[in-house]
């Protein structure tokens, strides 16, 4: 639109010049060396403007002719780039292929046609890992330290090594040093967990689960929840570093962080009444194994309830028993506990009551039959159907521990790290034999009770 305001505006300025010359025909002499020239004031402006136009097309070529060899050069680099960021591009492929002999091929190509930029040192580093070779890739990666823009790949490349080579101290100090430069990534800061995490360092563990949090902070419900776990497990660590160094206040304060953080997570509510029962208080020890027997029924919980109770006797336990399982009157561990304690207080009956609840509720663990072989014993010294029990019990699931989903360690004590495959938070309480047989179905509702327990049955 100016564009064309402006063509019109110029055309009526040329012919008004033009009307104008035209009206005032005037002359113009010019002297100069002896010359005259005599013309009119029209013809000088025609020539003017003749002028005007062959300058320019003259400056025109003398710039295309200036530039020229530049153009020329340029062109010639730029494919001999494109060129080799194909070798590039192609030696990548190669890595990902695992094709070494064609990786070593193309970065040869790419180095000699880009002339040695540290993008090639990466594909070098791979090809030199694809090979085998790791003393030649790890200088590769510290090559690219020494460059800005590869530092932090560099960085990467050596603490996958470190990892491979399980040297958690030089790992962990790369991955601070990456961290410097991208503190915002969510893999290093899951790194720096793990690394933390499992070489005890607590503390700093949960500053990197802070920031991985805050990094990944658009999550779902699972997630949510998840992350409480993982709040309440690192909690649990920091209180055993606590413990570790004499700190008995931090020891109580972090264990109960992470009771109040998950407090689904038994093997905290167990330490907590334990450190509760030890420093002497049986009204808070009460209250968090009622909680977790709620929630998780645990065996572990019962000794610190005892003492708190000062349980010190069958009977005493017996109405400790009767009070806790309220919280969870139908779960099979319920019928346990009571029947353990009524064992103890020699109340024949209500053993064989709740010993029998717990089989129809599917609990078939060694310690169950064991049970019942004492029954047999100790109230009717019937060995004949003890030894029929104790049978069964020898054939029976071992009673659970705490036992690794990843490697199946078993362990009588939970550990926030499995101390032989190093898996966070992966040991549940179960029967070490298969997965899920802590309380399964085995000899259960069908069963004759007391008569003729030696149908024998295996667990899923
Ligand atoms: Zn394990």
Redo the contacts with the bound molecule.
């Keep these: 639109m100016i564009r064309l305001i402006l063509f019109i505006v110029i055309i009526a300025l040329a012919s008004w010049g033009v009307v104008w010359v035209a009206d005032n025909p005037g002359t113009v002499s010019l002297n100069w060396g002896g010359w005259r020239i005599d013309t009119s004031a029209s013809v000088l402006a025609m020539v003017a403007v003749f002028f005007a136009a062959i300058v320019a097309v003259v400056y025109r070529i003398w710039l295309f002719i200036t530039r020229a060899p530049q153009m020329v050069s340029g062109a010639i680099k730029q494919r001999r780039s494109r060129k080799g960021y194909v070798a590039l591009t192609q030696g990548m492929v190669a890595v990902a292929a695992g094709d070494a002999a064609e990786a070593a091929r193309q970065v040869k190509r790419a180095d000699g046609l880009l002339g040695d930029p540290p993008l090639t040192l990466l594909l070098k580093a791979q090809a030199a890992q694809l090979n085998g070779d790791e003393l030649a890739a790890e200088n590769f990666f510290k090559a690219m330290l020494k460059n800005e823009e590869t530092e932090f790949l560099g960085l990467r490349g050596l603490l996958s090594q470190a990892m491979k080579a399980d040297d958690k101290e030089t790992a962990l100090e790369l991955a601070h040093r990456a961290q410097a430069i991208k503190p915002k990534s969510e893999w290093l800061a899951d790194v720096l967990f793990e690394l933390e995490s499992s070489t005890g360092h607590w503390e700093l563990a949960s500053q990197s689960l802070k920031q991985l949090e805050k990094i990944n902070n658009k999550m779902d419900a699972t997630s949510a929840d998840e992350q409480a776990r993982r709040r309440a497990v690192v909690f649990y660590g920091r209180s055993l570093e606590a413990e570790n160094i004499g700190d008995m206040r931090a020891r109580t304060k972090w264990m109960e962080k992470s009771f109040n953080a998950y407090p689904g997570l038994v093997p905290a509510a167990i330490r907590l009444a334990v450190i509760y029962a030890d420093e002497n208080r049986p009204r808070k020890t009460a209250a968090v194994v009622e909680k977790a027997w709620a929630l998780s029924p645990n065996p572990q919980l019962l000794e610190p309830y005892y003492r708190a109770g000062t349980a010190v006797d069958g009977i005493k336990k017996v109405k400790a028993m009767e009070k806790l399982i309220r919280t969870n009157p139908d779960h099979p561990e319920s019928f346990m506990a009571l029947a353990g304690a009524a064992l103890e207080a020699k109340f024949w009956g209500q053993a064989r009551t709740n010993l029998d609840a717990a089989m129809e509720k599917g609990a078939a663990t060694r310690q169950l039959y064991l049970m019942q072989a004492q029954l047999e014993e100790e109230e009717k010294q019937d060995s004949q159907n003890a030894k029929r029990w104790l049978h069964l019990a020898a054939s029976a699931p071992q009673d659970p521990a705490w036992v ?6 078993v362990d009588s004590q939970w550990q926030p790290y ?6 966070l938070d ?2 549940s309480w179960r029967s070490s034999q298969g997965v899920g047989q802590g309380v399964g179905q085995g000899v259960g509702q069908d069963a004759d009770r007391g008569d003729t327990p030696l149908v024998i049955s295996h667990n899923g």
């Design positions: 690794c989903d990843d490697c199946g360690h499995c101390p032989s495959c190093a898996t992966s040991a």
